[in-house]
């Protein structure tokens, strides 16, 4: 990966993707699913059209549904 990457974790797994996207084309990449994963930058939510910029460390949560 080049130096404008961004570090996505998930379940103790950490991914590599470029920088410059927005968060709901990375997650196409890593073949996740907007709607099952809340994603935490800094402690913060983001939603799916933020732009990752380069050396953002993006938490992936997933999403629990039940009743």
């Known amino acids: 990966m080049s130096d404008n990457s961004v ?6 797994k950490t991914y590599q993707v470029n920088s410059g996207i927005p ?3 990375a997650l196409r990449f890593l073949n996740l699913n907007t ?12 939603t799916e059209d933020e732009m990752l910029k ?9 999403v629990i549904s039940g009743g």
């Open 23 to 25: 968060l709901h084309k």
């Open 35 to 46: 709607n099952t994963h809340l994603a935490v930058r800094d402690g913060m939510l983001i």
């Open 7 to 12: 570090t996505i974790i998930l379940k103790n």
């Open 54 to 62: 380069n050396g953002d460390r993006i938490e992936l949560i997933a």
